[in-house]
């Protein structure tokens, strides 16, 4: 059962190149997210999906986009990458439905480093 | 908006010893969920113990529990017995009770060493 699944795990980009960093769940959740996690600044929000057809930013959008291709899959996009997104980036998801504390499940990170 | 907040960002403790880690947020809502997550060197964030907020119970999972005052919004985890894989950086996190999205707001965190 692999969860929640993050590519790539690493990457270095050059300021102003794009890339896209890919989420799949095999959970069956309806909600999805990404957060970034940096230094003494814990994890916060970027974007999130309810449900499958449905984003919402969160914390901090700026610079990023979303999409949710299906139920399972979840990107988010680096239109043109700056320092200030070098970040570990986490992807997570949960079932989405409206009763008892439902958890998050998280991927193992991707690492971004923007030169 | 919710805010998480963990004065602590380091804390420090003999294997065996018991460490407790401080949490306060704020929200207006009475209807809503906390958690602990553990941040291993590893970087997976590993769910440790939640809350209802509606409970007054405290919240217990075998080495690990929480003292939970809402009137005084505060959440803060206790570890027992404390061992090395304990070490890892540790993050209090806020949820709201209701709604479609059960996105969490995290805490700084607090990164524990675990001592021999």
């Known amino acids: 059962n692999a969860g929640v699944t993050q590519t790539p795990k690493f990457q270095v980009l050059k300021t102003g190149q794009s890339m896209t960093l890919q989420c799949a769940q095999d959970m069956n959740h309806n909600s999805m997210y990404w957060y970034r996690q940096d230094p003494g600044m814990g994890l916060r929000l970027i974007y999130y999906?309810?449900?499958?057809?449905?984003?919402d930013k969160g914390e901090v959008p700026n610079g990023y986009n979303v999409s949710r291709l299906n139920k399972r899959e979840f990107s988010l996009r680096l239109e043109s990458a700056a320092p200030s997104q070098t970040s570990v980036y986490f992807c997570?998801?949960?079932?989405?439905?409206?009763?008892?504390?439902?958890?998050?499940?998280f991927g193992a990170g991707s690492r971004l480093t923007v030169l | 908006a919710q805010t998480v907040t963990q004065s602590q960002p380091e804390m420090s403790v003999q294997e065996a010893e018991t460490v407790t880690l401080s949490c306060t947020y704020d929200?207006?809502?009475?209807?809503?969920?906390l958690f602990w997550y553990k941040q291993p060197p590893s970087r997976q964030m590993i769910l440790v113990i939640r809350q209802e907020a509606y409970k007054q119970q405290n919240a217990t999972e075998n080495r690990f529990s929480v003292n939970f005052q809402k009137a005084a919004k505060s959440f803060s985890l206790k570890i027992s017995d404390s061992q090395l894989g304990d070490a890892a950086m540790y993050f209090c996190a806020y949820r709201r009770g209701w709604g479609g999205s059960e996105k969490l707001v995290f805490g700084k965190g607090t990164k524990l060493t675990v001592n021999p």
């Open positions: 999906s309810a449900s499958e057809g449905t984003t």
């Open positions: 929200t207006s809502e009475s209807d809503y969920y």
């Open positions: 997570a998801s949960s079932s989405g439905v409206v009763s008892g504390a439902n958890v998050l499940t």
